[in-house]
């Protein structure tokens, strides 16, 4: 009895076809990260758009509330001028700040200069009266 003999032309068939399919899956599979790629790129191009629009509308809200800033700082500065009839302080916060503290200083070296003069009179009288005796 004679046995049938495996043909080969089957396992080829079939290598050519599996291969035919992994060419499919390949080029399917690049066709998918070509699209990935192009989409990744849309979003980060529109996010990029996003921020900067974002950016400049805080610049703008910014620069708007300063110049509103500036303008009430003038505004008050009329009053005041207006309020003191109309001169201009001469003086500057700092330099009323120094005077205060110049005052306070001065305050304090009195204090001790008079607690000295009474400690030195105190022991005058203390000898004094010690030969006195």
Same mark, same amino acid.
Do not use: F
């Given at each position: 009895? #004679?046995?049938? $003999? /495996?043909?080969?032309? @089957? #396992?080829?068939?079939?290598?050519?076809?599996?291969?035919?399919?992994?060419?499919?899956i390949t080029e399917a599979s690049e066709n998918q990260i070509r699209l990935f790629d192009e989409r990744i790129k849309e979003l980060h191009?529109? *996010?990029?758009?996003?921020t900067e629009r974002l950016i400049k509308a805080v610049e703008q809200g910014l620069r708007a509330q300063i110049d509103s800033l500036r303008e009430e700082i003038e505004q008050l500065r009329r009053r005041i001028?207006? /309020?003191? @009839? *109309? %001169?201009?302080?001469?003086? *500057?916060?700092? %330099? $009323?700040?120094?005077?205060?503290s110049a005052k306070k200083s001065a305050k304090k070296s009195a204090k001790k200069s008079a607690k000295k003069s009474a400690k030195k009179s105190a022991k005058k009288s203390a000898k004094k009266s010690a030969k006195k005796s």
């Open positions: 009895m #004679n046995e049938p $003999a /495996i043909r080969s032309d @089957g #396992n080829d068939d079939l290598l050519q076809r599996l291969s035919a399919v992994m060419e499919r191009d529109r *996010g990029e758009a996003a001028n207006e /309020i003191r @009839g *109309g %001169t201009q302080p001469k003086k *500057g916060p700092r %330099t $009323a700040a120094k005077k205060k």
